[in-house]
């Protein structure tokens, strides 16, 4: 290897056109798929650009066709499996569809989502699929959508926006897990949640993220039906990575009534609460029980297995590509399908060591 560019260069269009022997014009018809071109033309350049190993210049078509055939998907944090698997189920309903998806993480920030949404515009993708980060910041949104862009939202809805959200419905289901985390007779039930834009929780208050305010009202909803009051102290936000996650468990451990329940948002937060755990030297569900939202195959290989609220992730994937896509070609679908999130009875549940019946 000496470093130099290859002398050789990419075939042109022209370069397909002759092999093919029909004209330039023909030939960027037959593969920019727009304009009228017989069925022996075609078959002749498809032949001639497999020889060539012809390549279409994708900025090029999407300016002859006024369709680049990608999505842009924009999410909170790539590294949460829960996301990477909405990607796949997005991801292979597009290639089905010959659409390819390029992803823009935005860290949970709005001014990195507002970047993200004009990057995307800018490379002129067909369609938006997105994650807001918060539901009362959402002004890039509707810009989008008054000039003419399709989008449509994942896992979090906006109101008012009039477009559709794909996501699960997590009140029922969290609602009887910690129904049975009080029968067990656990009265501090702790909730952690990487949402980061509060300190402190108060009952009522009106949350930027639909999944974590339905997940507090199922809470709230079992402490009620329980004749129970809930105390908001144990609402804790901005539990990002292990650290934070430590300093949050100290600190409902050392609280004047510990905490003896712990509900993690999201699997990294319950590796991070498992983490602590060992390295405090607390077994679940002996010193605490554990509830985690989504389900993934290591929670049922650690030990004990972890009880969880699942939802149809992957499926949820699939079903906003489709919707997205459907957008972009000018179909209406019918009403959103309901997704409901559903608990998962496994071995991380037990009665709290100081009972108090």
């Known amino acids: 290897m000496n470093g130099k560019k290859s002398s050789k260069r990419a075939p042109t269009i022209s370069?397909?056109?002759?092999?093919?022997?029909?004209?330039?014009?023909?030939?960027?018809?037959?593969?920019?798929?727009?304009?009228?071109?017989?069925?022996?033309?075609?078959?002749?350049?498809?032949?001639?650009?497999a020889i060539l190993n012809y390549r279409p210049n994708q900025l090029a078509r999407s300016?002859?066709?006024?369709?680049?055939?990608?999505?842009?998907?924009?999410?909170?944090?790539?590294e949460n499996p829960y996301f990477s698997l909405a990607l796949r189920g997005i991801s292979d309903f597009a290639r089905g569809e010959g659409y390819d998806v390029i992803t823009i993480n935005t860290?949970?920030?709005?001014?990195?989502?507002?970047?993200?949404?004009?990057?995307?515009?800018?490379?002129?993708?067909?369609?938006?699929?997105?994650?807001?980060?918060?539901?009362?910041?959402?002004?890039?949104l509707r810009q989008v959508l008054e000039e003419g862009q399709v989008v449509t939202l994942f896992d979090r809805e906006v109101e008012g926006l009039g477009i559709d959200a794909i996501t699960a419905s997590f009140v029922s289901a969290t609602r009887e897990a910690i129904g049975k985390l009080l029968a067990l007779g656990h009265r501090r039930i702790a909730y952690l949640t990487t949402m980061p834009d509060y300190s402190s929780y108060r009952q009522g208050a009106l949350l930027s993220v639909s999944p974590v305010a339905q997940r507090i009202k199922g809470l709230?909803?079992?402490?009620?039906?329980?004749?129970?009051?809930?105390?908001?102290?144990?609402?804790k936000f901005n539990a990002m990575g292990p650290q934070k996650v430590s300093a949050i468990i100290k600190e409902l451990l050392n609280m004047h009534e510990p905490?003896?329940?712990?509900?993690?948002?999201?699997?990294?937060?319950?590796?991070?609460?498992?983490?602590e755990c060992r390295r405090c030297h607390l077994r679940i569900p002996r010193d605490?029980?554990?509830?985690?939202?989504?389900?993934?195959?290591?929670?049922?290989?650690?030990?004990?297995?972890?009880?969880?609220v699942a939802q149809p992730v992957y499926e949820m994937g699939q079903e906003v590509a489709r919707r997205t896509i459907a957008?972009?070609?000018?179909?209406?679908?019918?009403?959103?399908?309901?997704?409901?999130?559903?608990?998962?009875?496994?071995?991380?549940?037990?009665?709290?060591?100081?009972c108090k019946d």
Not at 65 to 78: A, E, H, K, P, Y
Not at 220 to 235: F, H, R
Not at 259 to 275: E, F, P, Q, R, Y
């Open 15 to 49: 370069d397909v056109a002759r092999e093919a022997g029909v004209s330039r014009a023909q030939a960027a018809r037959a593969l920019g798929g727009y304009g009228a071109v017989s069925e022996a033309v075609m078959a002749r350049v498809e032949a001639a650009s």
């Open 63 to 78: 300016m002859n066709t006024g369709r680049s055939q990608t999505l842009g998907l924009v999410v909170g944090d790539i």
């Open 107 to 140: 860290d949970e920030k709005v001014e990195t989502e507002r970047d993200a949404v004009r990057v995307l515009m800018d490379k002129r993708v067909d369609g938006l699929i997105v994650v807001p980060c918060d539901s009362r910041q959402t002004d890039h």
């Open 220 to 235: 709230e909803q079992a402490y009620a039906e329980a004749g129970l009051l809930y105390d908001s102290d144990l609402v």
């Open 259 to 275: 905490a003896t329940a712990i509900v993690a948002s999201d699997n990294l937060i319950a590796m991070a609460v498992l983490k």
């Open 288 to 308: 605490l029980s554990l509830l985690m939202y989504d389900d993934f195959p290591w929670t049922e290989l650690v030990d004990p297995p972890l009880t969880v």
């Open 327 to 354: 957008g972009i070609r000018g179909q209406k679908l019918g009403p959103v399908p309901q997704f409901e999130a559903n608990l998962i009875e496994r071995e991380s549940f037990g009665r709290p060591r100081r």
